[in-house]
């Protein structure tokens, strides 16, 4: 729990804030949330489905792309790098939270 404390204040490093909790948890997040979706319509109920597809995704989403954004303010790399970043890591997280 303290990783994800850092990772919401933007202490972790861009690099792990990045890859680690944008990417591969957000996509496992995600991933997950769109079988539980998938799964729960298909036993024909939507106000379940609805709520397993977006009530966890949406606020991690947002909190990965705030995460991102703030280990990018401390980045002491290329600036490039911390642009891209955050670039990414709205339209990624955008994207999923749209799907």
Avoid: C
């Avoid at 729990?1 to 591969?24: H, I, K, N």
């Avoid at 024909?44 to 991690?60: M, S």
Wanted: net charge positive; hydrophobic share 55%; charged share 15%.
């Amino acid at each position: 729990m303290s990783r994800l404390r850092a990772f919401w204040r933007g202490d972790l490093p861009l690099d792990e804030a990045f890859w680690t909790w944008t990417v591969m948890v957000g996509l496992a997040i995600n991933l997950s949330a769109i079988i539980a979706l998938l799964t729960l319509l298909s036993l024909d109920r939507p106000w379940e489905a609805l709520i397993a597809g977006y009530a966890f995704t949406v606020p991690y989403n947002i909190m990965a792309v705030i995460g991102t954004w703030r280990s990018a303010e401390r980045y002491q790399g290329p600036r490039v790098h911390a642009d891209l970043a955050r670039g990414a890591s709205v339209i990624l997280m955008t994207v999923l939270s749209l799907v």
